[in-house]
């Protein structure tokens, strides 16, 4: 179904030969031939698996998703899924990253101070100065690549718990 409800409607003759009920009959058919379509369409690009969990592997899910203020859905799991797939995870709070990088900033800020007296009295040289920039920003990347890509889970160990 690529119309639109307008050229649908232009194309069977309604909006010049319908009275107001009849084009509201129209619109309901229509959407239901539309939600048809979209749900035949929706279905093919995708596929459907049930997972059954124990209950303690749910109860660790649902604490897990807690933890990271999520519930324990499927949208959840595709989330955590995808992000091992790609080795990309899921930060555990948005807030604490945030902190951090405010307390980082305010380091930076005292850096900048640091900086500004030691160059008032000429004892600082410019490479000096450069080198603890370097060192700010080092320190911030680094925590913002501990953030976000943590270390990999070793699938050793996991598939030793399995047995």
């Known amino acids: 179904m690529k119309n639109s409800l307008k050229k649908y409607l232009f194309d069977t003759g309604a ?3 319908c009275n107001l009920d009849e084009l509201e009959e129209m619109k ?3 959407r239901k031939e539309y939600l048809k379509s979209y749900k035949a369409s929706y279905l093919s690009n995708r596929i459907r698996r049930e997972i059954i969990f124990s209950r303690d592997e749910f109860q660790a899910i649902a604490q897990f998703a807690k933890q990271n203020k999520h519930n324990p859905t499927p949208s959840f799991l595709k989330l955590c899924i995808s992000g091992y797939i790609n ?6 709070d948005e807030n604490m990253l945030h902190q951090l990088l ?6 930076g800020n005292n850096i900048n101070q640091i900086a500004y007296r030691v160059n008032s009295f000429k004892n600082l040289s ?3 100065e450069k080198s603890l920039y370097s060192y700010l920003e080092e320190l911030e990347q680094i925590i913002i690549n501990a953030m976000t890509n943590p270390p ?4 050793d160990k996991e598939h030793k718990n399995d047995n």
């Open 102 to 107: 405010i307390s980082i900033r305010r380091i």
């Open 15 to 17: 909006i010049e030969n």
């Open 152 to 155: 990999l889970l070793n699938p």
């Open 126 to 128: 410019l490479n000096d």
């Open 87 to 92: 080795q990309k995870f899921m930060l555990p």
């Open 28 to 30: 309901s058919g229509y």
